[in-house]
C-alpha cells in the first residue's frame, strides 16, 4: 500500500422523508462523508478506513456493510454490546429542511474507550482525520485520550487534520466549546474550518485573523473555506494563496460541501504535496457534489477528468 487514511468521528444512520409517511434509509456524518470522497479519489494502492464504534444490533451490521461497499475499511470500527448508532431525521417542509437526532446514546461515543485499539489504528495510518463533531460526542476523558494519541502521530509527523465543523447544539457550554475545538487545533498539522463558523463562534474578524489564529495554536497548514468565495491556505512558509470555488449554475443540496472538499483534497494533496492544486480539485469535486441530492454522489456524477 502507497498509504492508508484512516477517519475517525460517528456514522449515523440517516431518515429522509420519501412519499408520504415513507422514510428512507441512508447513512452519513462528517467524517464518515470525508472518508467516502477520499476513497473515491485516491488511487487503489491507498487504503481509507474508518474509525468509530457501532453496536452488535441489525442496523450496526447494516452500516457496516454499507460502509464496506462504498470501499472504505471497516476492521478499525469496533463492536459495542447493548449500543446502537446514532440516528438523525430530516424533515422537508416547503423545500426547508431541518433535523431531529437521536444520538445521545449512540455506539459512537464509546470510539475512544480503548486507548491502545486507537493507538495501533493511528500508528499503521499515513493521514488521519477528525472533526470538532468527533470531539463533540465524546466525553472529556475520551477527547483527552483521542487527542494525546493525535498528538503523538503529529509528533511522528503524520498528517493529522482537523475540520472544527462547530456545530453549537452539540456543545452545552461554548467555552467549553472553544478551548476544545483549539486543542483539537494544537494536535493537528492541518486544520480545514469553514469561515462562517469561525467567525460566529471565535468572532474572527476576517479569514486572515482565522488563520493567524491557528498558526498561534502550532498548526502547520490551514485551509479556511468560505463557501461559494473559495478558500484562502497558509501552507508552512509560502505565501497565502486564493483559489476559487468553481461556478455552479443550479444548487441542488449543499449537504456535504465542505465534507466532499476536505475528502477530495485530501485524496490530491497525498498524492503529490501540491496544496494549490488539490484545493482546485477539491473546488470542482464539491460543486460537482452540491449540483446533486444527498450527501454521497457516485462516482459517475463527476466529470471523467476528476
Ligand atoms: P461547509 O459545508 O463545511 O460549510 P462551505 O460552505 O465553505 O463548507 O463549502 C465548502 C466548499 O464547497 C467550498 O470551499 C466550495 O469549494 C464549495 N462550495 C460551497 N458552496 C458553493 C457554491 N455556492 N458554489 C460553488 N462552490 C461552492
Not at 467524517?31 to 450496526?60: C, E, I, K, M, Q
Not at 473555506?225 to 497558509?234: A, E, I
Amino acid at each position: 500500500m502507497a498509504g492508508r487514511l484512516l477517519s475517525i468521528g460517528e456514522c449515523m444512520v440517516e431518515l429522509m422523508q420519501a412519499e408520504g409517511d415513507l422514510l428512507r434509509k441512508g447513512y452519513a456524518g462528517d467524517t464518515f462523508n470525508t472518508a467516502y470522497y477520499a476513497r473515491l479519489f485516491l488511487p487503489r494502492d491507498w487504503s481509507v478506513d474508518y474509525l468509530t464504534a457501532v453496536g452488535t444490533d441489525t442496523v450496526s451490521d447494516e452500516m457496516l456493510a454499507f460502509i464496506g461497499k462504498t470501499g472504505v475499511g471497516t476492521s478499525t470500527i469496533r463492536r459495542v454490546e447493548g449500543r446502537s448508532p446514532g440516528l438523525y431525521m430530516i424533515h422537508l417542509t416547503d423545500g426547508e429542511r431541518s433535523f431531529s437526532y437521536w444520538r445521545s446514546v449512540s455506539a459512537a461515543k464509546t470510539l475512544a474507550d480503548d486507548a491502545s485499539h486507537l493507538r495501533t489504528a493511528i500508528e499503521a495510518s499515513d493521514i488521519i482525520v477528525f472533526s470538532g463533531i468527533t470531539l463533540a460526542i465524546l466525553a472529556p476523558s475520551a477527547v483527552e485520550t483521542l487527542l494525546s494519541e493525535l498528538r503523538r502521530a503529529k509528533a511522528a509527523g503524520k498528517h493529522v487534520v482537523f475540520d472544527p465543523n462547530i456545530r453549537p447544539r452539540l456543545w452545552d457550554d461554548k467555552a467549553y466549546m472553544r478551548e476544545t475545538v483549539s486543542a483539537g487545533a494544537r494536535a493537528s498539522s492541518l486544520v480545514m474550518p469553514s469561515f462562517d463558523d469561525e467567525q460566529a463562534h471565535f468572532g474572527d474578524a476576517d479569514i486572515a485573523a482565522t488563520i493567524a489564529r491557528y498558526r498561534g495554536l502550532g498548526v502547520d497548514n490551514v485551509v479556511v473555506k468560505d463557501g461559494p468565495k473559495g478558500v484562502t491556505l497558509s501552507f508552512g512558509d509560502t505565501p497565502l494563496q486564493f483559489v476559487p470555488s468553481a461556478n455552479v449554475e443550479k444548487i441542488v443540496d449543499t449537504t456535504s460541501a465542505g465534507d466532499s472538499f476536505n475528502g477530495a483534497f485530501l485524496a490530491r494533496y497525498a498524492v503529490d504535496g501540491d496544496a494549490t492544486a488539490a484545493a482546485r480539485f477539491a473546488a470542482e469535486a464539491a460543486a460537482t457534489v452540491i449540483q446533486h441530492h444527498g450527501a454521497l454522489v457516485s462516482r459517475d456524477k463527476f466529470e471523467a477528468s476528476l
